[in-house]
């Protein structure tokens, strides 16, 4: 067996006399005989991509009083040695996220690469017995969000996705008001988000084959498709959009945090039925995404809807009055928002607001529900303290499963031209061979798609 692919407790069992003379941080986990941290124990904590947005995820997560940074990984030399700086009295770099897996005594990593890379870094972490927080989007391909699911499952390993606004009290007020009927039964949901890059996105004739000293190309596109070396690719999360390899676009991008909200207040299990059409219609830049994506999903009594749009950013309720004169916003800037469409009246709803609008009389002296879900510490702590309880947390893949699969069978509906449909009892696509292919995608070599976990 390769040694990369040791158990936590064999690979300590199994250390040379020599390397035992030496300091070692044993995995608390280990040390307290089971898979959760005793909670005077600290937890030692490790980061594979040292981007804006995993260095935001390790700010929150530093806050936390029991938890130590002891091991950090990215491919860009720079990026990794201003994190390891800033922790030097405790943290180790490493250039290899597998080595990193390796590192004695780990416990949990965050996970905040490119979303290509998500799916092979959290099964390996989870073989390792490590506890994971995943970036989102969990997953770009199908079958990629089972294998992901499956193996946090079998390992039993805590694990949260990245979709930090469902840590905010104000989606918890929303899944409240939705639950509690007072909009009646409803039959539809849409949901949406828009922005204006049109027509240039994000510039062109910045391919080369000039890679920046420090960076290691090869590992970054890892299973991915080889293509030349973009600086704005690597910038951060916002850029990795723009690519179809690196993200699979927008919709990933955006919609686990908006359709978040439907999704749990409602309890959806999968859609029956999904159809998308979409395209690149109008920006040209040296990205190759989509800038328009409609999507349809069907479930039993419910419709859902979906809009991204890249080239323009009208907002609906959400082109909010402005002193203009004219009555709304006239600027251009990212918007979004969640419709439920009830027999007794409408809920619109965005990060952080929302408007209700009666039918008639319908909801006359209906009561405020009463506030029942209690407040979070944030995504990172939630997942943190979980480590500690030995409880999964809220946005665990066993939930985001509900998510992520909607999301990626939307981009393989329009890759394909033609709708979807699926059976949410086995998981399984229905009766479209070519669909069934294409949901499991193909890594480059030498990395492999870890199949044994669709089981």
């Avoid at 067996?1 to 006399?17: A, C, D, E, N």
Wanted: aromatic share 8%.
């Amino acid at each position: 067996m390769s040694q990369l692919h040791l158990s936590r407790r064999k690979f300590i069992k199994t250390t040379s006399v020599a390397a035992i003379a030496a300091p070692m941080i044993i995995k608390s986990s280990v040390l307290a005989g089971s898979g959760r941290i005793a909670p005077s124990d600290k937890i030692n904590l490790g980061i594979i991509g040292c981007g804006s947005m995993g260095t935001a995820n390790l700010n929150a997560c530093m806050s936390h009083k029991d938890v130590t940074l002891t091991a950090a990984c990215d491919v860009w030399k720079e990026r990794l040695d201003r994190t390891v700086a800033k922790y030097k009295d405790t943290c180790k770099g490493y250039a290899d996220y597998r080595d990193l897996l390796q590192h004695p005594g780990l416990d949990a990593v965050i996970i905040a690469t490119p979303p290509h890379w998500h799916t092979i870094q959290a099964v390996d972490a989870a073989k390792a017995g490590i506890h994971i927080y995943l970036q989102k989007p969990m997953t770009m391909h199908f079958s990629e969000s089972l294998v992901v699911r499956n193996a946090v499952r079998r390992h039993k390993v805590k694990c949260q996705i990245g979709t930090q606004i469902h840590a905010g009290n104000h989606y918890r007020r929303m899944v409240e008001l939705v639950r509690s009927g007072n909009l009646g039964h409803i039959s539809t949901v849409r949901t949406f988000f828009v922005m204006n890059d049109a027509p240039h996105g994000i510039g062109s004739g910045f391919n080369t084959n000039d890679v920046p000293a420090g960076m290691d190309w090869e590992k970054w596109v890892g299973p991915a498709r080889m293509q030349s070396f973009n600086p704005n690719l690597v910038k951060d999360a916002y850029y990795h959009c723009s690519w179809m390899d690196f993200s699979g676009g927008w919709t990933p991008g955006m919609a686990p945090h908006i359709i978040d909200l439907p999704i749990w207040a409602l309890e959806l299990d999968y859609p029956t039925e999904i159809s998308a059409i979409g395209g690149r219609y109008i920006i040209k830049d040296d990205g190759d995404a989509y800038d328009n994506h409609e999507v349809m999903w069907r479930y039993p009594n419910l419709t859902m809807t979906w809009m991204q749009s890249s080239t323009n950013s009208h907002g609906w309720a959400f082109q909010n009055a402005d002193r203009s004169g004219l009555g709304y916003e006239t600027g251009t800037r990212r918007r979004l928002g969640v419709y439920f469409h009830g027999a007794n009246g409408t809920l619109i709803s965005d990060y952080g607001s929302h408007i209700l609008i009666p039918e008639g009389d319908r909801m006359k002296d209906k009561p405020t529900p009463a506030e029942t879900i209690k407040s979070s510490p944030g995504q990172e702590l939630e997942w943190l303290e979980c480590i500690k309880s030995g409880e999964q947390p809220l946005c665990n893949p066993e939930y985001h499963v509900k998510i992520d699969v909607p999301v990626t069978l939307s981009l393989l509906s329009m890759k394909l031209g033609r709708s979807i449909k699926f059976d949410p009892q086995t998981e399984k696509i229905v009766g479209d061979k070519e669909a069934s292919r294409l949901a499991t995608p193909e890594y480059r070599a030498p990395y492999k798609f870890p199949k044994e976990y669709l089981k």
